[in-house]
């Protein structure tokens, strides 16, 4: 599922719909790092969760954007 979250993204360049189609995709995308990390978190991947860490950061900064 995040592999073809991931495709439509690059296949849409994040900016090819309209701008809230891109927000909603971006937010979308966020609460999955979002998750991923938590789950990282509770089997104690700690490199793995800070590297989600950064990337949801990343994500919900592109949202603003």
């Keep these: 599922m995040i592999a ?3 495709d ?14 891109r927000r909603e995709r971006l937010e ?6 979002g998750q991923l990390q938590q ?3 509770q089997h104690g ?5 800070r590297m989600l860490a950064i ?3 990343e ?3 592109e949202t603003l954007r």
């Design 4 to 6: 073809s979250t991931m």
């Design 8 to 21: 439509d993204l690059h296949h849409n360049r994040l900016s090819g719909g309209s701008g809230d189609e």
């Design 28 to 33: 979308y995308l966020a609460d999955l790092l």
């Design 39 to 41: 789950m990282a978190d």
């Design 45 to 49: 991947c700690r490199k793995l969760s």
């Design 55 to 57: 990337s949801h950061a």
């Design 59 to 61: 994500t919900q900064r």
